[in-house]
């Protein structure tokens, strides 16, 4: 394979790493000051997308549908942690689980009766499949804005981590919940912002993932979850850089099988990556950048 | 008599069937540094975190300034004006100095006095001006003692829960802790503070209590205290376990 085609993958790689780090991120943001593993994560995803195409289909302005998809998975993740999580504030491991499969079943459900058990088409900009050239480079207009979206959305969580109050403490909460509290911190208030910004991500991985997509279902929330849980594993769970390296490190595994299969063997991408992830975790169970929760 | 800053009344207090604490009524009062005494097990830890609002109390009621505060959230009785200061330190390790001090002044809006008082605090501990920019997580035992007061100065707090600052610190650290201590109430800042080392405490409390599983087996002035020979028998081992 020649280096141009080793550098295109590259590119593709580092697109859809950055899709999954946002994902990992949003996951990993409520584990960390909670320690709830939200299951329902991949319906914010999903809600992003069928508030689109109720816009879209209702020629609402694709970019005013994009907006409303992310104000959408904010507001349903506050709602899930007021309704849904708060109340189990308390309870165990288990049962705020279980509580999160409820939900997502439960959205699920709610997208089938109100909008249709089938798969919707949500038409996307046309500009978005046009091809940009940037040096030896190909890459289509959705592949480059993803990755500066989420290259720009990561630098500003860091940024607001780091510099804002409301960040240092949330990562103060995810470190030591109840001296955060001695502080002055209110617990819900902290909660309730890293629910915020869990939808927040959501929405932004969801605009992206249902560009490319290019449609919905009512299940469809189950692959975004299911890589954002691997990469934050990966990664370590409970750490936030973990979850972004953790999303990078499965986007690249995930290419290379995808380049290394031949085209009869395509279907087995997933399954070889997580026989990868596997070997990963079998190393090191603590996932590579983990044991530490630090940010 | 003005009324006592601090008034705990029948405080029953623990973990589920564990009852740490059994019926201890204590006072504090404006400007003292009071000693809350007793060996490992007695129940000062639990009771310190119960008037700051981490263990729920069963019986009792404490009062602060006038208003009770049992079964307040301990984000409310921080900002109420009690600052608890946790046994083994618990500074945010994976924030910088700069940051956990930040954290301490989490609850104030006034950029100004926030910026001035962590000057104050750079004053009182050098060392964390040095390390400012370092994560907590590297600072020794001694300098994060300090950090955590510092934390806790930084919420400009009327009452100090103290728990345990010299366990596991080397004799000068302690002392220049235990100055830092003393010097309080000239801040306006009254104090509790947790200990197992008697004579130590004794030095800067005017006053104390003895616990004993659970319970206040004794109080009194600080040289009532010291010259009590049923101390001995209350704990085992004092400034010789360090």
Not at chain 1, 72 to 98: C, G, K, W
Not at chain 1, 181 to 208: D, E, P, Q, T, Y
Not at chain 1, 264 to 287: R, T
Request: aromatic share 6%.
């Amino acid at each position: 394979m020649g280096s141009s085609e080793l550098l295109q993958q590259f590119v593709n790689a580092l697109s859809l790493g950055s899709t999954y780090a946002l994902l990992a991120l949003g996951l990993a943001m409520v584990f960390s000051v909670m320690g709830l593993v939200n299951f329902a994560y991949g319906e914010l995803v999903a809600v992003t997308g069928y508030t689109m195409y109720l816009l879209v289909t209702r020629g609402v302005p694709w970019w005013i549908a994009m907006l409303c998809g992310i104000a959408a998975a904010v507001a349903l993740s506050l709602l899930m942690e007021r309704i849904a999580f708060r109340p189990l504030r308390n309870a165990s491991f288990l049962t705020l689980l279980f509580s999160s499969f409820a939900v997502s079943v439960i959205i699920q459900n709610v997208f089938r009766a109100t909008v249709s058990p089938r798969q919707k088409g949500v038409p996307s900009p046309e500009f978005l499949s046009e091809v940009v050239h940037l040096g030896p480079l190909t890459a289509s207009w959705l592949t480059v804005i993803t990755t500066a979206v989420a290259a720009a959305s990561l630098a500003t969580l860091v940024v607001f981590l780091r510099r804002s109050v409301a960040g240092v403490s949330m990562r103060a909460a995810a470190e030591d919940f109840d001296v955060t509290r001695l502080m002055g911190v209110k617990a819900n208030g902290v909660i309730a912002l890293a629910f915020a910004i869990s939808g927040l991500l959501a929405g932004i991985a969801g605009v992206l993932w249902v560009a490319r997509l290019g449609a919905v279902a009512p299940h469809m929330g189950f692959v975004p979850v299911l890589k954002a849980f691997i990469a934050t594993v990966i990664g370590g769970l409970g750490s936030l850089q973990g979850a972004v390296f953790g999303g990078f490190v499965l986007a690249f595994i995930e290419i290379t099988f995808h380049v290394i299969l031949p085209s009869s063997l395509q279907p087995m991408v997933d399954p070889f990556a997580l026989l990868i992830v596997g070997v990963i975790l079998y190393f090191k169970p603590q996932g590579l950048l983990g044991g530490s929760g630090g940010m | 008599m003005a009324e006592p800053l601090l008034k705990v009344e029948g405080v029953t207090s623990g973990y589920g069937a564990i009852l740490a604490v059994r019926d201890v009524s204590i006072e504090v009062n404006t400007g003292e540094v009071v000693a809350l005494l007793g060996a490992n097990g007695a129940g000062k830890s639990t009771l310190l975190m119960t008037i700051a609002g981490l263990v729920n109390s069963t019986a009792g009621h404490i009062t602060f300034a006038g208003k009770k505060i049992d079964h307040m959230p301990p984000e409310r009785i921080l900002r109420a004006g009690i600052a608890l200061t946790p046994e083994g330190r618990r500074v945010f390790a994976h924030l910088s100095v700069a940051d956990n001090l930040r954290m301490g002044a989490a609850s104030r809006r006034d950029a100004g006095g926030i910026a001035a008082d962590t000057e104050e605090v750079l004053e009182l501990f050098p060392r964390l001006s040095e390390r400012y920019r370092q994560l907590a997580g590297t600072l020794s035992g001694g300098e994060q003692q300090m950090l955590a007061l510092g934390r806790s100065l930084m919420s400009r707090p009327k009452l100090m829960l103290l728990d345990e600052p010299s366990l596991g610190l080397a004799p000068r650290i302690v002392a220049q802790i235990f100055d830092m201590v003393q010097a309080l109430p000239q801040r306006g800042v009254t104090v509790l503070v947790v200990e197992q080392n008697v004579r130590l405490a004794l030095t800067v409390a005017s006053r104390g209590y003895v616990m004993a599983t659970g319970e206040v087996q004794a109080s009194g002035s600080s040289a009532e205290l010291r010259k009590a020979v049923d101390l001995e028998k209350v704990y085992l081992g004092t400034d010789s376990r360090r």
